[in-house]
């Protein structure tokens, strides 16, 4: 069961994908975000680079879509610093539309600031327009979206409550399961190509639209164009549909 | 005292009830701390040895089963709680079967297996002389959802133990830990020897690495260290005399540095009075406990039940099993005892199955599980979501040959609860020997 045509026929092009600090932030399995996508290039005919950035590493000389997860909170103080040497890049990047997914802890950093409990204002890149509030207690369960690349489901884990600038697009709508913050439905952040998201999962396996979505456009950068594959995603549609229909039905 | 034997009372009649209805073992747990907070404390706090708490993510029982044999075997009385009562409330339910009104038990050491939580409730009643703490791993993320968490529990342990610790000098969280121990408290290790430290990332995942392990200690530490000789046989080296070589009736590097531990905490309780010979002969004769490579005969074929429930777990099960040429089935269940976040499958690797592959995938998250697979290259011939469904498929389409099945916990009860039903296995929580 393979699940690709890929293989066959010359390369239709590299796309270098930059997972950022994969040691530190990935987890809950968002390293398979990486692998999900390196997979899916390969299926659709393209040839996947994937460049490892840890704190203090050169930055990779190619990216066309960058990843990010979530962390301990150790991890997080860990990867801080050299998230700011590169911020600049990076907020040059997301306003030139480079597509990034930035999940949990690397989401909220993405953001304004992070409030902690005790009222400190630790500040982020400001890439989304958000603000998150630590919690004493978490939001932990599985979730339902709709988003712009149709229902999306994935597990979420984290103890920050978010909360949009006005004017801010939220990634989705909740269906089932907390979001942002439990309270006003929205989930995740998204401006240019940038996606914010608290969905471990991890969500891009089960989510093979929401990929093609980011491929298509780290493709077109990459390459000028998009030339899907043929990809047989029948076992992802039943993980997909199963927990859709369980969740909403529940 | 009176509160103690009144309690003592009402819980083994709680017992009593609760067996002859065939439920749970916490309950008369639950009846006894209500009457009497302080009953643990009453029970166990004059044992003239002492109380030995095991607490870590991965290899509570199989270590807890091997230390318990380990002391025994040098002639000592131990408690211990069976299997799967990792709870405070499920030490007292198991007190209660042994212990008379007068609120004695007869024996010298409790040796008490103990969830990270719970570990730290009960220190709060009774204060163990000794601690082994085994690792830290992603487990259960509903109850703990930061390693840095539960590492701080553990911590909190150490830091209420009055005698020795035990400490894993491979996992980071678990080894700077010696800095919070008292002044009094002697602290011994168990690691992976460097002679064979490349066969550390087996055992766990990348983030808990120290880098330099059982190489950093001073010469002068108190260490029990293993070293492999091939996949079945080991030698514990360190501290005097080695034990070993030993051949374990349990495979894979998981039960060798599981029995590592056991033997460097019996080290730490027993002083001079322990001795290697005894020790290798012992460790040779534990059996499995349930659910670590329980070994079912089917119509005249081996079928193995092996319980996954994180990723170091799976990946240390897959290290041991996966390449062997027989009929493979995952069970993935999502409920609470499960986690119920499947997110921790992409944080193992499942290339070892990739030659054989695998027969069936099945459990509420089948689907999920047949996902993973495909982007590991791994085929799948089915995915059957509905457990009875599967197991049947499963056993008729491969009745000539062994089989074994990775699942999850309720995927496991539920298919060990089929399959004892028709060839005859011991109750959960009792041993299958
Ligand atoms: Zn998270």
Known sequence: ?250 | MIRSTLAIAAGKLARHATRLRGGGSALPGLVTERIDPGILAHTLADLPGGVVVVSGTNGKTTTTKMLVALLRAHGQRVFTNPTGSNFTRGVISAMLSEVPLSGRLDADWAVLELDEAHALHFAAAVAPTHALLLNVARDQLDRFAEIDQTAQLLTRLAEQTTTGVVLNVDDSFISRIHRSVGPDVSVGWFGVDPACADRLPELQEADVREVDGAAALPVTADASLLLVHDERSFTVTGSGADVGPVTLRQRGLAAMINATAATATARAVLGERFEPGVAATTLASVTPPFGRGEVIDVDGQPLELVLVKNPAGFTVALGTYGSEPVATMIAINDNYADGRDVSWLYDVSFESLREQGVALTSGVRGWDMALRLQYDEVPVERTETDLDAALEQFLHEHADGPKRIFCTYTAMMHLRRRLAARYGLARFGEDAQ
Request: proline fraction near 6%; charged fraction near 15%; aromatic fraction near 6%.
């Open chain 1, 1 to 250: 069961m393979t699940a690709g045509t890929g293989g066959g026929g010359p390369s239709k092009g590299t796309v270098h994908i930059v997972h950022l600090y994969p040691r530190e932030m990935s987890i809950y399995g968002d390293l398979g975000n990486t692998r999900a996508l390196a997979s899916r290039l390969r299926w659709h005919g393209y040839t996947p680079v994937v460049h490892q950035h840890h704190p203090g590493a050169p930055w990779p000389e190619h990216a066309h879509l960058l990843l990010g997860g979530g962390g301990q909170d150790s991890g997080q103080v860990r990867v801080q610093e050299d998230l700011f040497t590169h911020a600049d890049r990076l907020r040059a990047y997301a306003a030139d539309g480079m597509p990034m997914l930035m999940i949990c802890g690397m989401y909220q950093l993405f953001g304004q600031a992070f409030l902690t409990v005790d009222g400190t204002r630790l500040p982020g890149l400001g890439i989304l327009d958000v603000t998150t509030t630590g919690n004493a207690t978490r939001m932990i369960g599985p979730v339902v979206l709709d988003t712009l690349a149709g229902e999306v489901v994935g597990y979420e884990n984290h103890s920050g409550s978010t909360v949009l600038a006005a004017g801010q697009e939220p990634f989705g709508t909740v269906r089932h399961g907390q979001g942002n913050n439990g309270a006003d439905r929205t989930e995740g952040a998204r401006v240019h190509e940038v996606i914010g998201s608290y969905l471990h999962g991890p969500v891009l396996p089960a989510n093979p639209a929401l990929a093609d979505h980011l491929l298509r456009v780290a493709a077109t950068r990459a390459t000028g164009g998009w030339e899907p594959g043929e990809i047989d995603d029948s076992v992802a549609e039943q993980a997909h549909a199963r927990q859709v229909s369980r969740l909403l039905a529940g």
